[in-house]
């Protein structure tokens, strides 16, 4: 069955170093997703990504957050300085269409630790 | 502003019984509604949905009921399995496309 696959399972990284989180999303899906969640709390939306383009942003999702879809495989997620309060598990998802009528599938997250 | 959450944090079921995780949202106009499952160390795995023309739908031993008149959403498993122990999630999916999720029930199953 095809997945969603993320890597590093675990990031450890000092405050104000930039970091790169990488996902394959499953091969025929045309939409990307990336969610964070901290620990304890609700899996919250950062950004949508289609045809090469952001299509939604949350208020999360600052000038320090990019996206890049950089082959015809990966998807990942840039934080350029990160801070003490982006520690948290990232999730990478993927669907086949997007209009909020599709099964968007998850990876196993990514913890990113900010020391 | 948006809002999908859920009554209890914890839930404790005996193996073998029914449990019914319950959720409310305060959007009426919300009208697409997924619940997911979220075991230790992993992602969201999606259960079943739920359109807001229709008030219940059935999967394997899961079953969603939907209450628009009080914007209230349920999941009930039939027969609490081991397995089944995880944190549920109730969410909307926006017509945007991105995925409102709730704070979530984590079940207990207790032998």
């Known amino acids: 069955e095809p997945e969603v696959t993320q890597t590093p399972s675990h990031q450890v990284t000092q405050m104000g170093q930039e970091v790169i989180l990488r996902c394959v999303p499953i091969?025929?899906?045309?939409?990307f997703y990336w969610y964070r969640q901290i620990l304890g709390q609700k899996v919250e939306f950062l950004v949508s990504?289609?045809?090469?383009?952001?299509?939604?942003k949350s208020e999360i999702f600052d000038d320090q957050f990019s996206v890049e879809r950089p082959d015809g495989s990966n998807f990942t997620l840039k934080i350029r300085s990160t801070k003490l309060e982006d520690s948290a598990m990232y999730f990478c998802?993927?669907?086949?269409?997007?209009?909020?009528?599709?099964?968007?599938?998850f990876g196993p997250g990514t913890r990113l630790t900010v020391l | 502003g948006e809002s999908v959450g859920l009554h209890l944090p914890t839930l404790s079921v005996q193996e073998g019984d029914n449990s019914i995780i319950n959720c409310a949202y305060s959007?009426?106009?919300?009208?697409?509604f997924i619940w997911y499952k979220q075991e230790s160390g992993k992602g969201p795995q999606f259960i079943i949905d739920?359109?807001?023309?229709?008030d219940k739908r059935q999967g394997q031993r899961v079953t969603v009921l939907l209450n628009k008149t009080v914007k209230h959403l349920s999941l009930q498993i039939a027969a609490t399995q081991p397995g089944d122990s995880a944190v549920y999630f109730c969410a909307e999916n926006k017509r945007d496309d991105k995925i409102i999720f709730g704070k979530g029930t984590r079940l207990h199953i207790l032998p």
């Open positions: 091969s025929n899906h045309l939409y």
């Open positions: 959007n009426s106009a919300s009208d697409y």
């Open positions: 998802a993927s669907s086949a269409t997007g209009q909020g009528n599709n099964e968007q599938f």
């Open positions: 990504f289609y045809n090469n383009e952001i299509s939604e």
């Open positions: 739920i359109r807001s023309n229709m």
